[in-house]
C-alpha cells in the first residue's frame, strides 16, 4: 500500500488537485457528523409537500452528481424524475407548470447565471426549489426556497473532485430523507474511502499503461453510468484525452463498432444489479479484444485485462458510486503528470462557468 495523496507537493504541477483528493474522506465525514441532520430537516419539510415529481438542473459535474439523484430518486421513492433543458426558459422564455414539482439544482459555486436564472423561473412557476451548492452565500441558494450545503470546503483546482462526492453524498442522504431512511449505509464511506485514495502506485502503474491512449471509451450501467460520464469528464478536462461515455446498452446500439484492441475500454462494474446489467456489455467488449480495464469487484477485474479492485463486499449498491469515481480522478490525475501537464490548471477552463 502506497502513501495517500497528501495535502500539497509544494509546488508540483497538480498540487491542488492531489490536496483536493485527499480531503475527500475527511469531507465524507464531516457530511455525516455535521451536515446530516440539517439535510434530514430539508428532507422532512420537502416531504410534507408530497411534490408529484422532480426535475434536476445541473452542468457539468454537478450534472453527473444529479443524473445520480435521478437514478436514486426513480429507484427508491418512484417517482418521475427528469433531467431539465434550461435554455427552454433562460433562452426561449418558457413557462411550465411546475406547481408541486421539487425543482433541485446542483452546482458547486451556486454562481452560474443561466442555473440561478433557471431556478428563479421555476419558483415563480410554483416549484419547490432546492439549490445544491458548496456556497451557501451563493446567488443560487438566494433564489432557491431551501439550500444544502455540501461542506466541501474551498475547493481551488479546476477539475472538481471533493464537491463531487460531497453532492454524492448528500444527495443520497436527502433522498434517504424524503423516504424517512436514516442514511446508514453511508457510515462505512469514508474508511473505504481512505483505503482507496492509499492506492496510489496501482493507479500510477495504470497511468503508465494509458498515457499515450489517443481516445477512451468508457461504459456503465445503473448506479454506475453517472460515474462512467464524471471519469470521462475528468479525463478530458485534465489529459485532453477524448474520452467517450456510454452506458452499456447505448454502447451495444451502433457504438460498438469503434472499439478494438488499440483504444482502452473502461468499465465501472457495480457491485449488484447494474453490474448484472453490464455483464453482456462485458462478454462482447472481450470478444472484440478490447483493452478493457475494470473499476470494480476482484471477480470482474480478474476477467479484465487491467484493473482496480474496489472494497465493495457488503457496501450497498446505491452509495458505491462515492468510491467508484475515486480511482478514477487518481487515474486522470496521474494520466495527465505523466502526459507532462499540470491537472490544476486545464486550458480554456475557469472554475465558475457563466452560461446563460
Known sequence: MSAPYPAGEGELPGRIMSGEMAEQPAVLRRILDQGAPAIRAVAAEIAARRPRFVLLTARGTSDNAALYAKYLIEITLGLPCGLASMSTTTAYGAKPDLKDVLVITVSQS?????????????????????????????????????????????????????????????????????????????????????????????????????????????????????????????????????????????????????????????????DGRGGEALQPVLDRLRGRGADLFVVGPKAQVAAASAGFVLPTAGVAEEVQPILEILPLQMLAYEVTIARGQDPDAPRALAKVTETH
Do not use: W
Request: no cysteine; aromatic share 6%.
Open 110 to 270: 451556486g454562481g452560474s447565471p443561466d442555473l440561478v436564472a433557471s431556478a428563479k423561473a421555476a419558483r415563480e412557476a410554483g416549484a419547490v426549489t432546492l439549490a445544491v451548492t458548496n456556497n451557501p452565500d451563493s446567488p443560487l441558494a438566494a433564489v432557491s426556497e431551501y439550500h444544502i450545503d455540501v461542506l466541501a470546503g474551498p475547493e481551488k483546482a479546476l477539475p472538481a473532485t471533493k464537491t463531487y462526492t460531497a453532492s454524492l453524498l448528500s444527495l443520497y442522504l436527502f433522498v434517504e430523507g424524503l423516504r424517512g431512511g436514516d442514511g446508514a449505509a453511508a457510515v462505512i464511506l469514508p474508511e473505504l474511502a481512505e483505503a482507496i485514495l492509499a492506492r496510489r502506485d496501482e493507479v500510477k502503474a495504470l497511468a503508465s499503461r494509458y498515457r499515450f491512449a489517443e481516445r477512451m471509451v468508457i461504459t456503465s450501467r445503473g448506479y454506475g453510468y453517472p460515474t462512467a460520464k464524471e471519469a470521462a469528464l475528468k479525463l478530458m478536462e485534465t489529459s485532453y484525452i477524448p474520452a467517450l461515455s456510454y452506458s452499456g446498452a447505448d454502447l451495444l446500439h451502433g457504438p460498438l463498432a469503434m472499439v478494438d484492441n488499440i483504444s482502452p475500454v473502461i468499465a465501472v462494474v457495480t
